[in-house]
């Protein structure tokens, strides 16, 4: 009974990951871009709450191999593909790497369509829910991904995962609103600084999968009857059981354990 409590009540994790690791720190893996490190940051963290996400023949001793053989997987035509990652090519591996891997995905999106412009709150209130967030921008001639995992206030600024920076796990950008609405960096690319703008927010969370809560609910509901039917012979005729489907949820967890 003990088990079924637990798997009821939703964990929280928290805000900051801190075992990012992976970095794109091989430049002979022309196929593999920081698209392909930006997720499979994230992917590796939710693997930790899952052990599914990141295949067990995927998972050598060094970290930095991990990351290299995780990022040629993804660079496969069912997920990323090889190469530079444009936003539908991420949103749709996403989708496609959790199907495939049976866990379930919740995730949320500003960027995608040309109407929408990521917004500061977005990526605030999806850090907040537990998510985990990959940030594309862009500049004249080029973009880059990174993977958002925290952040800081007063003033607002983006803790990120930098494939462009092996080695160090954390880069903290503030940003500004331009004249055009969207969220501007400061950005390092090449030895210049670049003015760069927040184009796409996505955030990722890896679920239980449906099928759980179907299983979880099935399995309650068995018991309800059982125990329904092993008790109906206490009632008196003059007392009317209540219908199952008035019972509060505090009577029903009483009522099905009770000794």
């Keep these: 009974m003990i088990i079924l409590i637990m798997i009821l009540v939703s964990p929280q994790y928290s805000v900051a990951i801190p075992n990012f690791d992976y970095d794109w720190s091989d430049p002979t893996q022309t196929n593999e871009s920081c698209g392909h490190i930006a997720l499979a940051n994230i992917l590796d963290y939710w693997d930790e709450k899952f052990n599914s996400l990141v295949p067990q023949n995927l998972e050598p001793n060094q970290a930095e191999n991990q990351a290299d053989?995780?990022?040629?997987?993804?660079?496969?035509?069912?997920?990323?593909?090889?190469?530079?990652?444009?936003?539908?090519?991420?949103?749709?591996?996403?989708?496609?790497?959790?199907?495939?891997?049976?866990?379930?995905?919740?995730?949320?999106?500003?960027?995608?369509?040309?109407?929408?412009?990521?917004?500061?709150?977005?990526?605030?209130?999806?850090?907040?829910?537990?998510?985990?967030?990959?940030?594309?921008?862009?500049?004249?001639?080029?973009?880059?991904?990174?993977?958002?995992?925290?952040?800081?206030?007063?003033?607002?600024?983006?803790?990120?995962?930098?494939?462009?920076?092996?080695?160090?796990?954390?880069?903290?950008?503030?940003?500004?609103?331009?004249?055009?609405?969207?969220?501007?960096?400061?950005?390092?690319?090449?030895?210049?600084?670049?003015?760069?703008?927040?184009?796409?927010?996505?955030?990722?969370?890896?679920?239980?999968?449906?099928s759980t809560f179907i299983l979880l609910g099935s399995t309650i509901f068995g018991m309800f009857l059982i125990k329904k039917k092993n008790s109906f012979i206490t009632y008196h005729s003059t007392q009317t059981p209540k219908p199952a489907a008035s019972l509060h949820v505090s009577e029903l967890v009483s009522f099905l354990f009770a000794g």
């Design 69 to 210: 053989e995780l990022s040629q997987a993804l660079q496969h035509t069912d997920y990323l593909g090889p190469g530079e990652v444009d936003n539908w090519e991420m949103w749709k591996g996403i989708e496609n790497w959790f199907k495939n891997r049976s866990v379930g995905l919740r995730r949320n999106q500003q960027g995608l369509y040309d109407d929408e412009i990521p917004k500061w709150d977005f990526y605030d209130s999806e850090l907040d829910r537990g998510e985990k967030i990959l940030i594309l921008i862009q500049w004249q001639g080029g973009g880059h991904w990174l993977a958002g995992f925290s952040k800081k206030t007063n003033p607002n600024k983006f803790v990120v995962h930098d494939p462009n920076f092996p080695g160090q796990n954390e880069q903290e950008y503030d940003y500004t609103i331009d004249t055009d609405g969207y969220m501007h960096i400061k950005y390092r690319f090449n030895n210049q600084i670049r003015d760069a703008k927040v184009t796409q927010l996505i955030s990722v969370t890896a679920t239980p999968e449906p």
